[in-house]
Structure formats: structure tokens, C-alpha cells
């Protein structure tokens, strides 16, 4: 994929505020190695599956799912068909939510009832080559876009915001390093995001080690900021895997 210049995060940053007023048509892009989005999709219901949490909001979380450990047991699940069968193309890195965090990371806004307005199959589809399923879409609008903005439409053009500002480490070529650990992935974030920091990433492994998620924190102001101590992730030292997807 082409690369950005090392300053490219700093001033995406700077630049977020402006961009989330005007929001802009901003096409869909995505970490994707191919993916061609739909006209429109049906939009699935979602059922509420904890409390409403009014709260102010201190800072953001931007979580991107690792696809090719996610689909490891998914490839012929029809629920996950979009991102995992191969049909609709090879997916890296795509957006699980975008979650606003309350003061302290002790807790957090969401389902917040009173602007959950619910959004088009064709909103919807623009978010497919970065949350390639409809019902992850839906559901992170509900229960976490719902308590940061007051349309579908703008929280998923923040979360493609967010996703275009970024550059990708090869996390393929990371695969084969011997030795690998949580540490070292942040390294590789680093070195392909040079505003980032190590206590600004949290990298989550699953109970065998192998990466699941990169967990990014934002400030208020939406530039990188440290993670609170709950969200950091594996330590440094934490051995790490990544599937490639065969």
C-alpha cells in the first residue's frame, strides 16, 4: 500500500476537529488488501444487551479487529460471509468500534436511547470496506455513535476519518519475526505512525497469544493520547503471534 509521510498523523490530528464539523462525502476506504462496497444492505435490528449510560465523554477508543485471527474459525459462517469467506475480498486490519471513554476508564457512555436514530442500508454500505458486516455496524452505532454524535451518518464518517489518517505496519512480514511480543507490534505501529507512542497503544491478545485487536486512544481533541491503565493491553514482554490466514 502507497505510504503517507511520517507526518501525516500529526496533521490529521490537528486537522479532525475541522473535518468532523464539515464532514465532507468522504469515499469508503479501507486496510484491505481488496474490497469493492456494496450499493446498499439490509439493516439488521439489534437488540440492547446491557444499561443506558449517560455520562461526558473524556476521550475515544478507535479498535481495529486483526481479520485474518477472527475469521481463523469463521470462514463458512454465513453470519460472517462479508469479511471472512474470501468472496468479497482478503481484509487486514478493519474497524471493530469507535468508543467513547468516561473520565477515569472505569466506565463508559452507551445506548444512550434518545439519539439511536437508525441508518439507511446505503449508510450502511459505505461502511463495508472498514466494519465489513452490518450488524457489527449497526450494533456500534447503538450502543457506542449513539452517545458521540446525533446521526449514524456522522459517527460512521468519523470512524472513516480516523481509519484513512492512518498508516498500516506490515503486520504479514511482522508474522515471521522470531520472538515476537505485544512490545514489538507497538514498535512496528510506531514506526509506521511516527505521532504515536507506546502507552497510546493497546495491543489485546487472546488466551493462546495470538493478536486480536489494536486498540488506539485518543484525547477530547482527538490527537493520540496515553490509554487509561485499564486499557493497555498486553505488556510488552507478553510473547504475540499473528495468523496470516492460511
Given amino acids: 500500500m502507497p505510504r503517507r509521510r511520517p507526518d501525516m498523523a500529526l496533521r490529521a490530528g490537528r486537522a479532525l476537529a475541522f473535518a468532523l464539523t464539515a464532514l465532507a462525502p468522504a469515499i469508503a476506504s479501507a486496510q484491505s488488501y481488496q474490497c469493492t ?3 446498499s444492505v439490509s439493516v439488521p435490528s439489534i437488540a440492547r444487551d446491557g444499561p443506558s449510560r449517560s455520562m461526558p465523554t473524556a476521550g475515544y477508543v478507535l479498535a481495529l479487529s486483526w481479520s485474518p485471527e477472527f475469521c481463523r474459525t469463521r470462514k463458512s459462517s454465513p453470519r460472517h460471509a462479508r469479511q471472512c469467506s474470501g468472496r468479497e475480498g482478503s481484509f487486514g486490519l478493519i474497524v471493530h468500534g469507535l468508543w467513547p471513554q468516561g473520565a477515569g476508564g472505569r466506565s463508559w457512555p452507551q445506548w444512550c436511547a434518545a439519539r439511536r436514530a437508525r441508518p439507511t442500508g446505503a449508510q450502511l454500505a459505505r461502511q463495508m470496506c472498514v466494519q465489513p458486516s452490518a450488524s457489527l455496524a449497526m450494533r456500534q452505532w447503538a450502543k457506542h455513535g449513539s452517545c458521540l454524535t446525533d446521526t449514524p451518518d456522522r459517527y460512521f464518517r468519523i470512524t472513516r476519518i480516523l481509519h484513512r489518517s492512518l498508516d498500516w505496519p506490515d503486520l504479514d512480514r511482522l508474522s515471521r519475526e522470531d520472538g515476537l511480543t505485544a512490545g514489538r507490534i507497538r514498535e ?5 505512525n511516527r505521532n504515536w507512542r507506546r502507552e497510546m497503544i493497546a495491543v489485546k491478545l487472546n488466551e493462546r497469544g495470538w493478536l486480536e485487536e489494536i486498540r488506539l486512544c485518543y ?3 482527538w490527537m493520540p493520547t496515553a490509554c487509561g491503565r ?7 514482554d507478553a510473547p504475540a503471534k499473528i495468523w496470516r490466514g492460511f
Fill in 219 to 221: 484525547g477530547r481533541d
Fill in 37 to 39: 462496497a456494496p450499493g
Fill in 230 to 236: 485499564s486499557a493497555r493491553g498486553a505488556a510488552d
Fill in 188 to 192: 512496528a505501529w510506531i514506526e509506521a
